[in-house]
T-cell receptor, first 112, second 114 residues
Framework: AQTVTQSQPEMSVQEAETVTLSCTYD???????LFWYKQPPSRQMILVIR??????QNATENRFSVNFQKAAKSFSLKISDSQLGDAAMYFC?????????FGKGTRLSVIA | DGGITQSPKYLFRKEGQNVTLSCEQN?????MYWYRQDPGQGLRLIYY???????QKGDIAEGYSVSREKKESFPLTVTSAQKNPTAFYLC?????????????FGAGTRLSVL
């Protein structure tokens, strides 16, 4: 079974600084999708970024970018110029033909 | 506005009682999902449905039941067999086509046991 591991239960970052959240996954598939979702205190799940495994180029969405290392099965999220509104739970997720498999999440705090 | 509506926002269950959580979407999405969220556990899949009148068990289906009589609706019943129902429940849906794998979520229902 596919598994997703987020090894950092909690992280903190100073406002305007950069932080990287880690995610590793286990799969025998060659084509799949990877996601980062954000869950702020409102608990609404929001898609941050999406990566297709067959694409070599790392996905970027404004201040959010990923470092996708397919051979290492690693999918880290970098948040640049951190803002107070970035404080949330961040979930890494994996998908092939089945529903999403989520990691346990990383709680990010942003310090003013 | 299109979206996924979960109701109620808060729900309380007495011992031995069945309760039903509502999930409605007007996005014309084919697939719908139910997840349970516990502290430190991430999201775990309860049930999902890819088409009307069909659904599959997820990783933690015991003590839960679902129906999919309409494309727009995917209610979840928490039965008395679920001995630890206190959790946050999230409903999601997925469109067909290019964005197929992106799940859109409702705002959730918090279930507590009295």
């Amino acid at each position: 079974a596919q598994t997703v591991t987020q090894s950092q239960p909690e992280m903190s970052v100073q406002e305007a600084e950069t932080v990287t959240l880690s995610c590793t996954y286990d799969t025998s598939e060659s084509d799949y999708y990877l996601f980062w979702y954000k869950q702020p205190p409102s608990r609404q799940m929001i898609l941050v970024i999406r990566q297709e495994a067959y694409k070599q180029q790392n996905a970027t969405e404004n201040r959010f970018s990923v470092n996708f290392q397919k051979a290492a099965k690693s999918f880290s999220l970098k948040i640049s110029d951190s803002q107070l509104g970035d404080a949330a739970m961040y979930f890494c997720a994996y998908q092939v033909w089945t529903p999403l498999v989520f990691g346990k999440g990383t709680r990010l705090s942003v310090i003013a | 506005d299109g979206g996924i509506t979960q109701s109620p926002k808060y729900l309380f269950r007495k011992e031995g009682q069945n309760v039903t959580l509502s999930c409605e979407q007007n996005l014309n999405h084919d697939a719908m999902y139910w997840y349970r969220q516990d502290p430190g556990q991430g999201l775990r899949l309860i049930y999902y449905s890819q088409i009307v009148n069909d659904f599959q068990k997820g990783d933690i289906a015991e003590g839960y039941s679902v129906s999919r009589e309409k494309k727009e609706s995917f209610p979840l019943t928490v039965t008395s067999a679920q001995k630890n129902p206190t959790a946050f429940y999230l409903c999601a849906s997925t469109p067909e086509g290019a964005g197929q794998n992106i799940q859109y979520f409702g705002a959730g229902t918090r279930l507590s046991v009295l």
